[in-house]
């Protein structure tokens, strides 16, 4: 997309990716308003969101662009955390970032953004790379994708850092966030405990995941029992999934990948179920996301896995 003279709104979390794609934009001439969308955060936990603001706010100051907040706090909580728990209490895994994407960054922020005006949005995302967030965008949908600019989703954590420091940006050496999504430094583990307590592990623990040198090969949330195996459980050949996004021609899917950062595995797609080509090397986890790919690595669609 030719940005030039194009007003696109930048969803500004007050991290680096998200600052050096304002800087990038407004460098090659894109008329930019920066964003911050403050979402729910857990009453009695802490939360980083107004420091997180305020680094927005730098940043905007530092590039001399407008600067808004979006208040989704009430978005957030039914699409994200309501789904989160409800999920974990019936025993499935879900994947709270990629519902964020789907109804909030590229969701409740579009919507506000063309409402607005704006002839695009963008945001920090990578697409690609070591870092590729793609397996988070499977469902968001194909005409809020076609109108969103991605412009650090071709670069490297390195050479991102870098442009940061050249445009001299206040989060320059801000650590990345490791909590979900609008959290900020608040693991699922911590929201999950005070949430449910401790009394009932299954619902903490997902299929596959390691305990002590022991892996989860099921579990039951009603009797709150899980069962453990020094043995590393296998997968099978076949994953039936629901709730189908598609962003491009699924016929020709070559390539699933049923984890972040997992293994994309090859395969076909028929009907509900994918087909993999060999045994999975681990079980998959029900409630997450199983993201279709061509053989270039294009984002083709995604599901959410049932068995």
Not at 46 to 60: G, L
Not at 208 to 218: E, T
Not at 230 to 252: I, M
Not at 282 to 288: F, K, S
Request: proline share 5%; charged share 25%.
């Amino acid at each position: 997309m030719d940005v030039r003279g194009k007003r696109i709104f930048v969803g500004l979390s007050g991290g680096v990716d998200s600052a050096v794609s304002a800087a990038l934009l407004k460098n090659a001439g894109a008329e930019v308003t920066g964003v911050f969308i403050k979402g729910w955060y857990p009453p009695g936990m802490p939360c980083a969101w107004a420091e997180e603001r305020r680094d927005a706010m730098r940043v905007a100051a530092r590039l001399h662009i407008p600067f808004r907040t979006l208040d989704a706090s009430v978005e957030y909580k039914k699409s994200v955390i309501d789904y989160l728990v409800a999920e974990y209490r019936a025993g499935r895994t879900p994947n709270p970032d990629v519902m964020c994407n789907r109804d909030i960054k590229f969701g409740a922020f579009y919507r506000y953004a063309t409402n607005e005006g704006a002839d695009a949005i963008a945001t920090g995302h990578y697409r690609g790379g070591e870092k590729d967030q793609s397996y988070f965008l499977w469902a968001v949908l194909r005409e809020v994708l076609a109108a969103t600019v991605f412009p650090v989703g071709h670069l490297d954590k390195a050479a991102v850092r870098a442009l940061a420091k050249k445009f001299n940006l206040p989060v320059a050496d801000k650590k990345d966030s490791q909590g979900v999504c609008f959290l900020g430094s608040i693991s699922v583990e911590e929201f999950l405990k005070k949430e449910f307590g401790d009394d009932n592990p299954a619902l903490l623990y997902t299929i596959g995941q390691k305990i002590d040198g022991k892996y989860v090969v099921a579990k039951d949330v009603v009797k709150g029992e899980l069962t453990l195996s020094k043995e590393r459980p296998k997968g099978g050949r076949e994953v039936r999934f629901r709730g189908v996004n598609w962003l491009a021609d699924g016929s020709e899917v070559l390539h699933a990948q049923y984890r972040y950062r997992g293994p994309r595995i090859a395969g076909r797609v028929h009907e509900s179920t994918f087909i993999a080509d060999e045994s999975l090397p681990e079980p998959v986890a029900p409630g997450q996301s199983i993201v279709f790919y061509s053989a270039t690595g294009e984002l083709l669609g995604g599901g959410i896995m049932v068995v």
